[in-house]
């Protein structure tokens, strides 16, 4: 069994900064790429940036250059450093991570909510 445990999500005012983790725990052979959602009230899940296993990262063109993912693989663990935090930012944060036990599948960490207003 898989999991994924998302932390560090909080309040925030504009302009401000957090650092989200997800820890992946498991049966895990190895992992493949990582990388963050979010969904605002009312939206589609959304992509954030994409960590894959030698480091290359992708980001949304809406957080490029104030966000930056990155990984920890002795860990199993993903980050997503949000700095330059704007209200249209808040959202549910999930994490992914595509991770081979006997098969590759994709899971899910359960979201962890940021909210950034004054």
């Known amino acids: 069994q898989v999991q994924l445990v998302e932390s560090g999500g909080g309040l925030v005012q504009p302009g401000g900064s957090l650092r989200l983790s997800c820890a992946v725990s498991?049966?895990?052979?190895?992992?493949?790429?990582m990388g963050w959602y979010r969904q605002a009230p009312g939206k589609e899940r959304e992509w954030v940036a994409r960590?894959?296993?030698?480091?290359?990262?992708n980001y949304a063109d809406s957080v490029k250059g104030r966000f930056t993912v990155s990984r920890d693989n002795a860990k199993n663990t993903v980050y997503l450093q949000m700095n330059s935090l704007k209200p249209e930012d808040t959202a549910v944060y999930y994490c992914n991570a595509r991770v081979n036990t006997y098969v590759v599948n994709t899971y899910w960490g359960q979201g962890t909510q940021v909210t950034v207003s004054s």
């Open positions: 498991g049966s895990i052979f190895s992992i493949n790429a």
């Open positions: 960590i894959i296993k030698d480091g290359d990262t």
